[in-house]
Structures are given as C-alpha cells and as structure tokens.
C-alpha cells in the first residue's frame, strides 16, 4: 500500500519560513517524480514545485521562484519544500504527488498525471 504523508505545516508569520516533509511508503521511490500542490479554499489545485527521480533539476511555479526550494532524499524515501519570505497568498493546504517516471526528468505540472497524492497539510500565514 502506497503512503504519502506530509508533515510541518502549521501558522506562520508573513515573511516567515516552514520546511514540509513528504515520507513515502509502500514505492519505490527512486522511480517517482514527486510533486508539490496546494489547495486555497474555493480555488483549484495548483502545481507549486517538481523534482525527478534523480534530482538532478527542479522546477518552480512563477509565484514562488526565488522563495520556495524543492529537495528530496531517496534514501530516506522523503521529498522537501523549504518555503521562505511566506505571504499570505501562500496560505493553503499543502499536497505531495508521486509520478512513476523512471530514468526521465520530463516536468509533469498538471496534477491528473500524478499517481499519488498524500493527505495535505495546512499552511497559514498571517499578516
């Protein structure tokens, strides 16, 4: 059974920073592009930051160039987002995605390719 679980959400100040967590379970992770997604209420799901398998690139959606940082840990079955200089428009629930894409570093952004989704974790930032 495959798990996604994010984690280090939480209530933040403007200009402030938080680190989510991504624990994968039950894949083998090497061979998943993953993904990071948010969610504002009454907004669609919109793709935040890609990592391949590898690592080796990133790639960062407009709004968050420049502040968010995408890394991951395949020994630790673990992917990160470091998000820095938060504002308020940040503020969202938060999703890891797997995509089963081995030995390519092809950007996926549109979350239907995706495979797996985690349970979201809540990210708040106050003026």
């Known amino acids: 059974q495959v798990r996604l679980v994010e984690s280090g959400g939480g209530l933040v100040q403007a200009a402030g920073s938080l680190r989510l967590s991504c624990a994968a379970s039950?894949?083998?992770?090497?061979?998943?592009?993953m993904g990071w997604f948010r969610q504002a209420p009454g907004k669609e799901r919109e793709f935040v930051a890609f990592?391949?398998?590898?690592?080796?690139?990133?790639y960062n959606a407009d709004s968050v160039k420049g502040r968010f940082t995408i890394s991951r840990d395949n020994a630790k079955k673990t992917v990160y987002l470091q998000m820095n200089s938060l504002k308020p428009e940040d503020t969202a629930v938060y999703y890891c995605?797997?995509?089963?894409?081995?030995?390519?570093?092809?950007?996926?952004?549109?979350?239907?390719?995706?495979?797996?989704w985690g349970q979201g974790t809540q990210v708040t930032v106050s003026l």
């Open positions: 990592i391949p398998w590898s690592g080796s690139v990133t």
């Open positions: 039950g894949l083998t992770f090497s061979t998943f592009a």
């Open positions: 995605a797997a995509r089963y894409s081995p030995g390519t570093s092809t950007v996926e952004t549109n979350p239907a390719r995706y495979n797996y």
